[in-house]
């Protein structure tokens, strides 16, 4: 079975810090990784995703990923925070068909001014 | 062009009404979903349709009823509206390894 546990429901940092949301996966099967962006009253947005290839990923609004086979994580990062980056931010795992992804619990980022 | 659109964006409703949201998509995709996202903003997948037959049919009340006339359409109708039912509904379309791409959701509310 496939789960995704993301570490810390609540991430604060201050504006021009880094960024790292936590992402670990369970699969029994090369997984296909997604992280999607959840801004207020908004639907999920897709920030970047690993199929396969290069492990370091690069997504939008300068995030990035790196798939760790040995870890079985995807943590997320951000070189320096900015204001409009405070969402909501879920990871995800598609195996098999990819018609069926498992989300975390998602991990809420707020940013200090 | 609105890649995924659901209706309505809000629905206010009393408990023991049947209510209906609408998805439609316009990306080709051959896969569709029916995801609940609760207070906590805890996602749950409900079902998904791949080009009009159902493959998932996770545990949800026989009151969630899914249709897809097509495969760029799924609605989900509810009857006799609970107030556990209130929560946002978010409908979501895929094609293979591409990620989903999701509606801006339906608030509903069960007063």
């Known amino acids: 079975a496939q789960s995704v546990t993301q570490l810390g429901s609540h991430v604060s940092v201050s504006e021009g810090a880094l960024v790292l949301l936590r992402c670990n996966y369970s699969?029994?099967?090369?997984?296909?990784l997604f992280w999607y962006v959840q801004y207020p009253n908004q639907g999920l947005q897709l920030l970047l995703k690993?199929?396969?290839?290069?492990?370091l990923v690069k997504g939008i609004n300068g995030f990035e990923a790196e798939f760790k086979k040995s870890e079985t994580s995807f943590h997320l990062t951000k070189p320096s925070a900015h204001m409009s980056d405070a969402a909501e931010y879920f990871c995800?795992?598609?195996?098999?068909?990819?018609?069926?992804?498992?989300f975390g619990t998602g991990t809420s980022l707020t940013v200090i001014p | 062009d609105t890649a995924v659109s659901q209706t309505p964006k809000y629905l206010v409703t009393q408990m023991g009404n049947d209510k209906s949201i609408k998805c439609e998509q316009n990306?080709?995709?051959?896969?569709m979903y029916w995801y609940k996202q609760d207070s906590k903003k805890f996602l749950k997948i409900m079902f998904s349709?791949?080009?009009?037959?159902?493959?998932i049919n996770e545990t949800v009340p026989n009151r969630f009823s899914p249709k897809s006339p097509d495969k760029a359409h799924l609605n989900l109708h509810i009857n006799s509206l609970e107030l556990g039912d209130s929560a946002v509904y978010f409908c979501?379309?895929?094609?293979?390894?591409?990620?989903?791409?999701f509606g801006s959701g339906t608030r509903l509310t069960v007063v």
């Open positions: 979501a379309s895929s094609q293979l390894w591409e990620g989903y791409t």
């Open positions: 699969s029994s099967v090369p997984p296909y």
């Open positions: 690993y199929t396969t290839g290069a492990t």
């Open positions: 995800a795992v598609s195996v098999n068909t990819g018609n069926q992804f498992y």
């Open positions: 990306l080709g995709h051959d896969t």
């Open positions: 349709y791949n080009n009009k037959e159902l493959i």
